[in-house]
């Protein structure tokens, strides 16, 4: 039961995000944007499996294992975001 709560806790935002996702993805194809479009999703997502990773152990009350998963997504969503995707 709480598995599948966890499921659909966030799950019209995941829907809204991954809408605009494909949104933006076929906007940058249609205008001959694909390198960029590439770029940005590649950026942008590099840190979601470490914060969606953090997320599942922290319902599983892995609180250590959460913590640090949640740092290393905090260090790449920084560093891809405000290093590499400006200076690329």
Same mark, same amino acid.
Request: glycine content about 2%; charged content about 15%.
């Given at each position: 039961?709480?598995?599948? #709560?966890?499921? *659909?806790?966030?799950?019209?935002?995941?829907?809204?995000? /991954?809408? +605009?996702?494909? &949104?933006? $993805?076929?906007?940058?194809?249609? #205008?001959?944007? *694909?390198?960029?479009?590439?770029?940005?999703?590649?950026? /942008?997502? +590099?840190?979601? &499996?470490? $914060?969606?990773?953090?997320?599942?152990?922290?319902?599983?009350?892995?609180?250590?294992?959460?913590?640090?998963?949640?740092?290393?997504?905090?260090?790449?969503?920084?560093?891809?975001?405000?290093?590499?995707?400006?200076?690329?």
């Amino acid at each position: 039961d709480n598995f599948i #709560a966890f499921l *659909i806790q966030d799950f019209k935002e995941q829907i809204i995000h /991954h809408l +605009a996702t494909l &949104v933006l $993805l076929s906007f940058s194809w249609c #205008a001959n944007f *694909i390198r960029i479009g590439t770029l940005v999703m590649l950026v /942008h997502d +590099a840190s979601d &499996v470490f $914060l969606e990773s953090a997320k599942l152990f922290n319902y599983a009350k892995w609180e250590k294992t959460s913590k640090g998963l949640f740092v290393v997504f905090a260090i790449v969503f920084m560093v891809t975001r405000l290093i590499i995707f400006p200076f690329w």
